[in-house]
């Protein structure tokens, strides 16, 4: 068999092994958000009042952010300097063994402060992990794809993100049809403990990979860098700027549609938790539909016009999205969701993966794209539920600081993107002009 069809025969598998650790990385992610939302308060924080209590927990969210940068260098120089396979196997192991252990973790009536102490490191050890993960899986697919299919490869870590979602989603929502005393005791851990299904199937996929021809390629130039994210940073600070800039609306309303909604409906407009559940994943079916679709749109008119427009379709839905959840008819707040996760986060989310590749040159792109990726995500996603709710308390659960906070978000990604390169037919190999 020549080189070139074992190349193709192995895509199909290469697709799969980067999508399902986004798969895990979001499971975690849904499960842990819905956890803060409905149970954390109540067991790790619980001589709080219940406005109290929620917003810490959804700060031990938020906190985990705080170690993704970290990640993403410490992974990152690796994967520049020894190869992307290993570090992805690195990675999933890390994020996918701290979910577990999340739900092993005794409540505070049980061990006092421990309690949430535990909940806080186990957090960050899902965000080191984390820091890497994501770009590495859409580095690998990417470096693989065939020219003009590189926003359909890297969109699999998208659909991954989306399928863990519904996963989560439908793990917790069985869960919730459980009597409280029996979901707040035992319930709310078993999606934590399913968690290991996804890095048993990780783990095999990965480790029959080969690694990444364009890194192979760099390898035989010769031209591994000694320290890759000091020669990104002085070489390509516009590529972190735009990567910074695009990460505001796709990350942050990526967490404030589907997850921080859920306390939206149940705490402010009560909605059941299954009800708000059913909304969320009604409307990541949505984006697991559209992400391929705005990805191939993509690999067709580019990068910029498909990521800015739905960031500005973000804007523009802001104070409608509220409008309609406030309705609290069911089929509004359904299509209210789809809208905004199926045609916003999607349309941003899909053709980001290729998009942050191709930011960057094949010496620095592990850690061009993680580091940059993940100090995003400290500025946006990681304080956003947080923030939305300390929002929607200061007007006394009416939600139009949030829609403004939501707008905010998507006028700088849409300056950002605006403001940068194209990418979509760009050498993998080619080392960015500057001049772009």
Not at 9 to 36: K, M, Q
Not at 118 to 131: C, E, I, P, S, Y
Not at 351 to 372: K, M, N, T
Request: hydrophobic content about 50%; charged content about 10%; some cysteine.
């Amino acid at each position: 068999m020549s080189t070139a069809t074992e190349r193709t025969s192995s895509l199909p598998r290469v697709a799969f092994a980067s999508g399902i650790g986004s798969a895990l990385e979001w499971y975690d992610f849904f499960i842990y958000g819905n956890a803060a939302a409905v149970a954390f308060n109540k067991l790790y924080f619980p001589n709080l009042d219940p406005a109290t209590g929620t917003l810490l927990a959804f700060a031990s969210f938020g906190i985990g952010f705080l170690a993704r940068p970290l990640g993403g260098l410490f992974f990152g120089h690796f994967g520049d300097r020894l190869g992307r396979k290993n570090v992805l196997i690195a990675t999933l192991l890390l994020v996918g063994g701290a979910t577990f252990l999340v739900g092993c973790i005794p409540s505070y009536a049980s061990i006092g402060v421990a309690a949430p102490l535990l909940l806080v490191a186990m957090r960050l050890v899902q965000g080191f992990g984390a820091g890497a993960e994501y770009g590495g899986a859409v580095i690998y697919a990417v470096e693989h794809a065939p020219a003009g299919r590189r926003g359909w490869f890297g969109s699999w870590s998208p659909m991954g993100v989306s399928l863990g979602t519904l996963l989560a989603a439908a793990v917790f929502a069985a869960v919730s049809t459980l009597p409280e005393p029996e979901f707040l005791t035992w319930g709310w851990r078993v999606p934590f403990w399913l968690s290991a299904v996804l890095v048993l199937i990780g783990l095999y996929l990965r480790m029959r990979l080969s690694e990444s021809p364009v890194f192979e390629r760099v390898k035989q130039r010769r031209d591994v860098l000694r320290t890759p994210i000091k020669h990104a940073l002085k070489t390509q600070p516009r590529s972190f700027a735009v990567v910074i800039g695009a990460r505001f609306a796709e990350n942050g309303l990526g967490y404030l549609f589907p997850t921080w909604s859920i306390s939206y409906l149940a705490g402010t407009l009560g909605y059941s938790r299954t009800d708000a559940l059913l909304a969320v994943t009604i409307a990541t079916c949505a984006q697991l539909v559209m992400v391929p679709v705005w990805s191939m749109l993509s690999d067709r008119i580019g990068r910029r016009p498909v990521y800015a427009g739905a960031a500005i379709f973000c804007a523009l839905f802001a104070f409608p999205y509220f409008l309609l959840l406030d309705t609290k008819s069911t089929p509004l707040v359904l299509l209210a969701m789809a809208a905004a996760v199926g045609i916003g986060v999607a349309g941003m989310f899909g053709p980001q993966a290729a998009y942050f590749a191709e930011l960057f040159g094949p010496r620095v792109r592990y850690s061009g794209f993680a580091v940059a990726r993940e100090l995003g995500s400290i500025l946006a996603g990681g304080p956003a539920p947080a923030v939305a709710s300390l929002l929607l308390a200061a007007l006394g659960g009416a939600p139009w600081l949030v829609a403004g906070y939501m707008i905010v978000l998507a006028v700088i990604t849409s300056v950002a993107v605006l403001a940068g390169p194209e990418t979509y037919r760009t050498d993998m190999l080619a080392e960015p002009d500057p001049a772009r």
